[in-house]
């Protein structure tokens, strides 16, 4: 259909803009929350003398503003490519590098390459063989892709709140945990603190009644004696010796 188009209706029109006009017809009025933009914006690598960038940047949210995928296009038309025909894997090298400088998730490549191909003719390839999320499509499966792609992103968007949802409860229960094990911590310090003090002062206690017991025993001795002595003194009175030399 798109060549068709090319060759009759829309002489002069390219891939890109073929790609553009889908779009505006058919994701447009139904994601209004979505992002379809050229890429304008060069990155370059420390190892790069100039930056690159790829075609058109797919994005889309939810209505929390969580991104629910997004996706870096590479458009690349037979028509365009005029020297030397090229393959499809290609271009997936600098698809790649592209996707990852500006973050997307996914790379899609969009082609009329290889156009006797009958594995691309088939419908979308996956390249994740080669590179991760990525895969090749006909203009065709252009709109194909998105809605696919868009579908496993709210998929994921379940799984990643479920899983924000089990590692806030997996936190509550580690912040009670620490809680918890820092209460024990403290409370035997501070009992530890507590035994000591009651040890030293059972300690001084024992001193204070060691020290009385030898008082004690000193008193006793000291009143035994004396009482033995003045018991001598009274055995030894008797009334001749009080009287002794009394007129």
Do not use: W
């Amino acid at each position: 259909d798109y060549k068709s188009k090319l060759s009759i209706q829309l002489a002069g029109e390219n891939l890109e803009q073929h790609c553009l006009t889908e779009y505006e017809r058919f994701i447009r009025p139904i994601l209004p929350n979505a992002y379809f933009e050229k890429d304008n914006t060069p990155i370059k690598d420390f190892d790069e003398e100039k930056g690159s960038k790829g075609d058109f940047i797919f994005r889309d949210v939810d209505n929390n503003g969580t991104e629910i995928i997004s996706i870096m296009f590479e458009m690349k038309d037979e028509f365009d490519i005029t020297s030397t025909k090229k393959r499809n894997d290609d271009f997936l090298s600098k698809l790649d590098k592209d996707r990852k400088k500006k973050g997307c998730e996914y790379a899609v490549l969009v082609t009329t390459l290889e156009s006797e191909n009958d594995l691309y003719n088939s419908g979308i390839v996956s390249k994740n063989h080669l590179y991760p999320k990525m895969c090749v499509v006909r203009p065709n499966c252009f709109i194909t892709i998105i809605n696919f792609l868009r579908e496993k992103g709210i998929d994921s968007l379940k799984d990643r709140s479920e899983l924000a949802i089990q590692k806030a409860k997996n936190l509550d229960i580690s912040n009670f945990e620490k809680d918890l094990a820092a209460l024990k911590t403290a409370s035997g310090q501070k009992l530890d603190l507590a035994l000591k003090g009651i040890q030293k002062a059972i300690e001084r206690q024992d001193r204070i009644i060691s020290q009385a017991e030898d008082k004690k025993s000193d008193l006793i001795k000291s009143a035994s004696r004396n009482f033995k002595l003045l018991n001598d003194k009274i055995q030894g009175v008797t009334v001749r010796k009080l009287v002794f030399k009394n007129p």
